[in-house]
């Protein structure tokens, strides 16, 4: 499972564990990115993207967005918004990927 996948599907069931088993968890997402970042074919862009990811989702971010101050909270979003975005976000992520894949395909 990518990381993606896997801190959305934290990401939504993060309700049903304790505060320190989510910190934990959040630990070893990193330590595996920590990891992917020493492979000889590593994709920056991914790594950077999950790093992205888990800050958005799981850090108190002052501002949904620090240039425009523009958006909502993830607080403030109903059950179904919360849905649709993690849905959004998993298939932007991965189409991005898929055409980065190509891309890199073409080039090797």
Known sequence: MDCIDKIL??????????????????????IELMEDLKEPDRNYLRIKNCLI????????????????????????????ETETLSELLKSEVNNYQDKNHKFNEELN
């Open 9 to 30: 599907n934290f990401y939504n069931h993060k309700d049903d564990q304790k505060e320190q088993e989510i910190k934990v968890k959040i630990g070893k997402v990193l």
């Open 53 to 80: 990811l888990l800050i958005n989702l799981f850090l108190d971010v002052e501002s949904v967005d620090r240039f425009h101050l523009q958006g909502k909270s993830r607080d403030d979003l109903s059950k179904e």
